[in-house]
């Protein structure tokens, strides 16, 4: 049956797993996925897990179903997390206009976003994703039935926000387009708007009724703080409360900043005119979910109950995530001291240093990227980094070759 079945290509980001695990050189290095790793470059179950796993040890009654937009306890904890430390976003929840529901990580809540979107937008069925984006982005948006486009983003030449660009290209979308924008931490590039930027993006936004999806899969990284990197979301709270704009749509995962990878756990939120209307999206969710997985896993997301409700694991996961940011800032730091000041490369690694979270975007071309990985190093062919994969113990090797492929 499958005989005219053609292989497809590996995947750009997971692809690279495979390659270094197959790989026996002892010194390999992987800068492909964006996975924390310690300072010996050994994966990390924070303490703050760790101790809800203990908990929920002693204390689970079942392995029963959730409902299909997921367990009301972890979809109440979620709106508080993100919706109750600014005045907009309590305001907006006051009124019963915040609808959140459990999803598969950030893959699987923009999936249902998108297929929502297609199903219930009228006023457009295309999405711009800024140039570059996630790899995984466009395929996740156009399997939902949405077709994509592209907005200036990443100015190469300066490695920064191309802003004139970006907001060039806002203004000339049909109105009603769809944007998706990452709330921080960019993927791949490191690069974020700053607030003011953010403001002249929010204008755009408003005077051209576009549809804002967020994208907040690295929250915490940015600053140290997952309740300052919500710095975005209040500017986009307020912006609806004060009526600038009708609505947006925000998919968030504890992937990253709970290092719950594996367990696939994460929330959409959407805005609503209030409780009449939440009550009416909420009943066409369970029309979309049921039918693509039914009703989300539990496990990880009873895990993100306890850290959020127990004070104590709250308190531990604040500080686990600081540990992880900080590790990362240290690690951009040893790299970028290890070009400049050992191998004394000649080019501008400042780009190292001013992005922020997981990924440094490189400027590396192809050519050089393919040399990397002949000497065992693996990073995405767009020359994206995970500061995640560097450690005290590699970083000389690290730069040494890259310090190879950039000067011969
Ligand atoms: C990444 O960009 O490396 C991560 O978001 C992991 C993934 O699924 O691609």
């Not at 109440?76 to 976003?89: Q, R």
């Not at 931490?185 to 930027?197: A, K, Y």
């Not at 576009?210 to 929250?219: E, F, G, T, V």
């Amino acid at each position: 049956a499958w005989a005219s079945v053609q292989a497809a290509p590996a995947d750009k980001i997971l692809g690279l797993t495979v390659l270094y695990n197959n790989d026996t050189n002892p010194s390999k290095i992987n800068l492909g996925v964006g996975a924390y790793r310690d300072n010996d470059g050994k994966p990390w179950i924070l303490p703050s897990v760790k101790a809800a796993e203990q908990v929920l040890a002693q204390t689970e009654t079942n392995k029963e179903y959730v409902p299909i937009v997921g367990s009301p306890k972890f979809n109440e904890l979620i709106k508080k997390m993100l919706y109750s430390h600014d005045e907009a976003g309590k305001k907006l929840l006051e009124d019963g206009r915040v609808l959140t529901a459990q999803g598969i990580s950030g893959t699987g809540s923009l999936r249902v976003l998108g297929e929502f979107v297609r199903t219930f937008y009228p006023k457009s069925k295309k999405v711009l994703v800024p140039n570059p984006t996630w790899a995984n982005h466009v395929a996740i948006l156009e399997k939902a039935g949405l077709t994509t486009g592209k907005y200036s983003y990443y100015d190469y030449k300066t490695n920064a926000l191309d802003e004139a660009g970006l907001l060039n290209d806002l203004a000339s979308a049909e109105p009603g387009t769809v944007v998706l924008l990452h709330a921080c931490c960019h993927n791949p590039t490191g690069v974020d708007p700053e607030l003011e930027q953010w403001d002249k993006i929010l204008d755009v936004v408003s005077q051209k009724q576009l549809l804002p999806i967020l994208d907040m899969a690295y929250q915490g990284f940015r600053s140290g703080s997952p309740i300052d990197d919500l710095a975005i979301l209040f500017k986009f709270n307020k912006a609806v409360v004060d009526g600038k704009i009708s609505n947006f749509l925000l998919s968030q995962s504890f992937a990253k900043n709970m290092g719950l990878y594996g367990e696939r756990v994460g929330s959409l939120s959407l805005i609503t005119a209030g409780p009449e209307e939440t009550a009416r999206v909420k009943s066409q969710l369970e029309k979309v979910i049921r039918p693509l997985y039914s009703s989300p896993p539990s496990h990880g997301s009873k895990l993100v109950e306890i850290i959020l409700s127990d004070d104590a694991i709250y308190q531990q996961w604040l500080k686990d995530v600081r540990v992880m940011s900080d590790r990362l800032v240290e690690m951009r730091k040893l790299l970028h001291d290890k070009l400049k000041n050992t191998y004394k490369n000649p080019l501008n690694w400042d780009h190292l240093l001013n992005q922020k979270g997981m990924f440094c975007y490189t400027g590396l071309k192809e050519d050089q990227v393919k040399r990397l990985i002949e000497k065992s190093v693996y990073l995405t062919s767009d020359g994206r980094i995970s500061i995640a994969g560097i450690y005290p113990a590699n970083v000389d090797n690290l730069a040494k070759a890259i310090h190879e492929v950039t000067t011969n």
